[in-house]
Each structure stands twice: as structure tokens, then as C-alpha cells.
């Protein structure tokens, strides 16, 4: 803070008269003060507009080059239920997986081995909810529903419902967890911190790429420090910053949906369903109403994509 005593005008008693002979005609005067103030003016003005350009130019580079663009190659693939409509997953440990199912009268919480895509564990959920988003902090396992603001917990052993809780997200869409705090999303742009104690708000973030809100936001996962989120309508992971919302970049995966079409698969949905297995660094995908669960592994993309193929693409 600049103090008053800085702001304070110089000492106006302070004499600046000189004797005449000391004095300049006043044509040479004018002519001297103007070379002294454009001395001054001069570098000043090019040191700002300098450093205003190269500002600009540096911002303008970092955004464009933060946001980087993923492909993918498949490890391996694996069956699955292809009358789930996954809505929510992610890996328990011992080569299985949790999975909520949607649709109303098909809604599920479940356990499901990872090689065979069998469902060895079975939660049906009451035919009035349409399940959503699940993830596990603890030992319970934390669920959405579709069009409410109630979710459940259940037994993470078991899955036996352990109690029904309100949230403040508008709508259940995903859920993911560091193990201290859940985000959620409610399918608008907005990422949730939510307390897992409280179940209440303490943040929201607007999630934005090139200026543009990114709607939609679906099923979550917690990935070394970054949210990697669903965008549904598309076959594309946003990978975002839960510190402070900044896009980190995008996974693009319309071929696992075109070539599940082109063997056959046209009942299929969108991609939803990210899984990550933290001791083996192994990601999983699939989608609603998928035959096939994947293993990916990714890598920046080859082809150059401008932010209008990206937006096309990736941003409904």
C-alpha cells in the first residue's frame, strides 16, 4: 500500500525562480523540454507497449499449449454387460469393478469381475430412480440419481444400502473422490466440491475451453491429481484441474464407439465410464449399453487438431 505521505504534491514553496541570465530563450527552452520529454516518453512508451505485446503473446501461448490433445491404443479388452447402462465405474481392487447401471426399472449398484464381466455382486435399485454417478471414499459407496438430489450410500462389501442423503448439486450426474473431498457433476459446466460429511457445496467451478462453457459434464474419475470427466453427446475425456478449473487437455475416443458400430454393435450409447486402477497405472473406458469394457493406454496426438475441430467435437 502506498502510504499518504507518498501521495502527498511536492513542496509547492519550494522556489524554482532563476535569475535571467541563467534562463534559455523561451525558443530554445520549448525545443529543450521537448527533446527531454521524448528522451523520457520514448523508451517508456516502448519498455509498455514491449512488454504489454510480449505479456499477451505469452498468455495467449499458454493457453493454446495447456490444453493438450490425447489419443489412445487399446492394452486390452474385456466383456460387459451390454444391458448395462453404465453411469458410473471405477476399479475395487482384485481385478473387479463398481458399476451403476441406469434406466428406470434397470437401475443398479454392482460388483463385476474385470476379465469376464461378470456381475457378482447385485444391488437393484427401486424402479422410481435412474442411477447415476458412484465412487468410494472410505468404506461406502457413494451414488446420484438422475433429475433429484438424492443419493445413496452403500456397503462397499456387500453393497447394502446404508442411508439416503440430499445433495446441493441442481442434478446427480458423476461423482469421483480424491478420499478427502467428492466432485460432482450435475450435467452443466459446473465441477462441485462436496464435503463427503455434510454432503454440502463448498465450491463450484465453471469448466471452460476456448472461451466456451463445457456442458454437459457426466461421469467423473480422479486420475493423479486431475478430474477426467465424460462429456456426453460425445466421445471425448475432459481432463481438468480441480485446483482451479483450467482445462488440462482432451482424450479423444470415437473410434471405440465407431468400431463396436461397425462390427455389428448399433444399439449401442455414447462413451461413459471411467475406471482407474492407481497400484498398476491402468485406465478403463466403456459406455452405456457397451459389449466391451477397454484398457487404455494414451499419448498426445499425432494429427493437428485447431480448437474449431476440437469444439466441433468435443463441446456440444
Given at each position: 500500500?502506498v ?5 502527498k504534491?511536492p ?5 524554482s ?7 534559455a ?8 523540454r521537448f527533446?527531454?520529454l521524448?528522451?523520457?516518453?520514448l ?10 505485446s510480449?505479456?499477451?503473446s505469452f498468455k495467449i ?11 489412445f ?6 466383456p460387459?454387460d ?9 476399479y475395487a481392487?482384485?481385478e473387479?469393478?463398481?458399476?451403476s447401471?441406469?434406466?428406470?426399472g434397470?437401475s ?5 469381475a474385470l ?11 427401486p424402479g422410481?430412480?435412474?442411477g447415476?454417478?458412484l465412487?468410494?471414499v472410505?468404506?461406502?459407496?457413494f451414488?446420484v440419481?438422475?433429475l433429484?438430489?438424492?443419493?445413496f450410500?452403500?456397503n462397499?462389501?456387500n ?7 440430499t445433495?446441493?448439486m441442481?442434478?446427480g ?7 478427502k473431498?467428492l466432485?460432482g457433476?450435475?450435467?452443466?459446466s459446473?465441477?462441485y466440491?462436496?464435503?463427503p460429511?455434510?454432503l454440502k ?9 476456448n ?6 459434464l457426466?461421469?467423473?474419475e480422479?486420475i ?5 470427466a465424460?462429456v ?18 482432451w ?5 471405440l ?5 461397425a462390427?455389428?454393435y448399433?444399439g449401442i450409447?455414447?462413451?461413459?465410464g471411467?475406471?482407474w ?5 491402468r485406465i478403463?473406458?466403456t459406455?452405456?449399453l457397451?459389449p466391451?469394457l477397454y484398457e487404455?493406454?494414451?499419448?498426445p ?7 474449431e475441430?476440437?469444439?466441433?467435437l468435443?463441446v456440444?
Open positions: 500500500m502510504s499518504k505521505s507518498a501521495k504534491k513542496n509547492s514553496k519550494r522556489s525562480f532563476k535569475p535571467a541570465s541563467q534562463m530563450s523561451p525558443k530554445h527552452f520549448d525545443l529543450r527533446l527531454i521524448i528522451s523520457i516518453i523508451p517508456v512508451s516502448l519498455f509498455v507497449v514491449l512488454g504489454v510480449s505479456s499477451t501461448s499458454s493457453d493454446h499449449h495447456s490444453v493438450k490433445i490425447y489419443d491404443e487399446v492394452v486390452n479388452e474385456f460387459h451390454p444391458s448395462a447402462f453404465t453411469q458410473g465405474l471405477l481392487g482384485n473387479s469393478l463398481f458399476e447401471t441406469g434406466l428406470y434397470r443398479s449398484v454392482r460388483k463385476v476379465r469376464t464381466g461378470k456381475v457378482e455382486i447385485l444391488h437393484k435399485m422410481s430412480y435412474f447415476e454417478g465412487t468410494f472410505g468404506e461406502r459407496l451414488q440419481t438422475w433429484t438430489q438424492i443419493g450410500t452403500y462397499g462389501t453393497l447394502q444400502k446404508l442411508d439416503q442423503f445433495h446441493q441442481k442434478d450426474w458423476g461423482l469421483a473422490t480424491d478420499g473431498i466432485y457433476s450435475d450435467g452443466t459446473t465441477l466440491d462436496i464435503d460429511q455434510t457445496a463448498t465450491r463450484k467451478q465453471i469448466i471452460k475451453f472461451g466456451r462453457e463445457v456442458r454437459y457426466n461421469e467423473l480422479y493423479n491429481g486431475e478430474i477426467w465424460n456426453w453427446q460425445t466421445d471425448c475425456i475432459a481432463r481438468i484441474s480441480p485446483d482451479n478449473g483450467r482445462m488440462l487437455g482424450i479423444l475416443l470415437p473410434s464407439r465407431q468400431g463396436l458400430v462390427s455389428g448399433n450409447d455414447v462413451l461413459n471411467i475406471a486402477d492407481s497400484d498398476n497405472n478403463f473406458v459406455g452405456k457397451w466391451k487404455i493406454k494414451i499419448h496426438a499425432r494429427k493437428h487438431l485447431n480448437d475441430d476440437i469444439e466441433q468435443c456440444p
